[in-house]
Each structure stands twice: as C-alpha cells, then as structure tokens.
C-alpha cells in the first residue's frame, strides 16, 4: 500500500441486485508496477480484474475491485483487502456444474469458495498473487472505507545482519551499523494525531492528517531489523519516509527530537532519505463490528478538516 490508503471510487452496496463479496490477497509485489491498474503494465488490480473477466465474460461487464489502500511498485502484502460486487447472475454462475457435467456430477463449489478457487487457477494469473479467501461481505462493508487501521511492517538488514539472497525482495540491506535503541526512542515520539505532510508525498485534494497509533522496531533471531507500523491511514510515502527517517537516527545522523521538530514544520525536507518500496509490506488491516461498518465508512468518506481525531469505531 504506496504506504496510503486509497482506492477505486466506492460502489453502492445498497442495490438488491448485486451481491458484495469480500477478496483477501496476498501478493509478491516485485514485479508488479504497484496496486492500480495501468494500460499496458501489470498491476496487482489488472491481473485480477482480467481474471474476473475470464471467469464472468458470459455474464454481463466484468466486474471492477475496489481496494483498501493502493500499493506502489515493489510493495508486498500478506493480507491486502477488497471487495467485488457481483450481478445475481454472475454470483450464480458460480455454482453451475462443471462443464459437460454428465447427470450425477458434483456441482462447482458455490459462490465465494468457487470464484477464490477459479481465480487462483486461471490461466495468466501469476503465482505472485493469490486470493487467500472469498467471502459475501456482510452489510456495510466497504474495503477501502470501512478500515479502521493499516499496519505495515519493514524489513532492514545492517551491517551485523545477514546477507541472504532469498530475502533480496523484501529486505533493504543496509551499509552501515544502526542503532536500535535509538530507532525506538525515535518511533516512539512520532506517535499520535499530527499533520504528515513533512513525511508526504503531496496529493491534491488529500489530507495529511493521521493517527499513528504504533510504531516500533525490533531486531529478529535472524539479525533483521523490523519495523512496525500502524495507523488508522496513510498519506503517500508516508511509512517509507517514517522508516528512513528513523534509520538516519540509528545511524546517529539525526537526533529523536529532530524527527518530531521536521514534523511539526509541515515541509518536506532532504535530511533523511525514503527508503525503498522493496522492504515494505501490508501486513493486516482491521474492521470493526459487523453493526457498525456502514457507519464506519460514512465516516471516513468525510474529509478531515483539522486536527480533531476521527472516532474510531469498534
């Protein structure tokens, strides 16, 4: 998820005639040219959408997904979320036996464990993306909207960490011995309700206000270095810039408070570098109670206007 939480225009899930279904995916973003879909590159949504449109292509448009946050080139997930909505007719175009199927034959698994399983076994749809799970979204689900929080971690190899290839994808190997303490005294003080901008790529018409509700980093049994991150949303770059921000304190090249003072001026600085997308990945995002999803993405529809926090529901 870029580290920001964006998506497709939202879809009305209040028409009788189409059925909601919630996608989990998980995907190795290395060679994909981010979440969006783009004429002619891959793309996380572009690589779904035409495997949606091989599977419905008999049944009216192919449908469209709406995402919780867009990822940007290189960005991995375990647990990215969106939703699909489909006519009845394509919702029971699942369950219809197999073709040819003789009297007597099993028919297809019904709905949502049909459609994860055809997707996953289409032809063209890499193995570096997968739907872990289909499911019918209860009412009010929105993926993108009804988030309450995101959480990322990032992966850094220094100096006294390990070199392993395998890990070359999603670790940034580091040249030089970092802090660790340092880095979490740093992280620590970042927290809260604040204006991002100094930590933002700047977007028009989007806010940069955002809880950050954790932020940490531990070093593994491996020597890695990973950093937690959690916040209701993220604006552009922001968790690459967070990260790069704290290494350049456990590289001693800045101090914790120097990190808060960037913040509060609201200006992009060149003091610290972003580091890159590889490292990055969408680990898990959280939704409140069944009951209070609609009003959950209500309320997230609504910009932010000041630093009043969002009420978070659940």
């Known amino acids: 998820m870029t580290d920001r939480a964006q998506g497709p225009a939202e879809t009305d899930d209040t028409n009788a005639e189409t059925i909601r279904l919630r996608l989990d995916i998980a995907y190795e973003g290395t060679a994909f040219l981010g979440w969006a879909k783009q004429p002619g590159l891959r793309t996380v949504q572009g690589e779904l959408e035409a495997a949606l449109a091989t599977v419905f292509g008999r049944f009216g448009p192919a449908p469209t997904l709406t995402v919780a946050g867009r990822t940007d080139a290189g960005v991995h997930a375990l647990d990215q979320v969106a939703h699909v909505d489909l006519t009845r007719a394509q919702y029971e175009s699942l369950a219809r036996p197999d073709r040819g199927g003789a009297r007597g034959k099993a028919a297809r698994p019904d709905g949502p464990d049909a459609l994860t399983r055809r997707l996953n076994g289409i032809a063209g749809l890499n193995s570096d993306v997968y739907v872990t799970r289909a499911s019918v979204a209860p009412p009010g689900f929105d993926a993108r909207f009804s988030a309450v929080w995101r959480r990322y971690e990032y992966r850094v ?95 001693r090249k800045l101090s914790p408070e120097r990190l808060v003072w960037l913040r509060d001026e609201l200006t992009r600085t060149s003091e610290f570098k972003v580091v890159p997308a590889k490292g990055l990945t969408l680990v898990e995002l959280g939704y409140p109670p069944d009951a209070e999803l609609a009003a959950r993405a209500e309320q997230t529809r609504a910009r932010r206007s000041g630093l009043t926090p969002p009420a978070i529901v659940g």
């Open 157 to 251: 190899s220094d100096t006294s960490g390990p070199r392993n290839p395998l890990e070359r994808n999603r670790t940034l190997w580091y040249p030089a011995p970092l802090d660790l303490e340092l880095m979490r005294a740093a992280a620590g003080s970042l927290l809260g309700l604040h204006d991002w901008a100094s930590y933002c790529k700047a977007r028009a018409g989007s806010t940069t206000i955002r809880t950050l509700q954790e932020f940490d980093w531990m070093r593994g049994a491996d020597g890695v270095l990973v950093a937690h991150v959690k916040a209701d949303a993220f604006c552009h770059s922001m968790v690459r810039a967070l990260v790069g921000a704290t290494i350049a304190v456990g590289e």
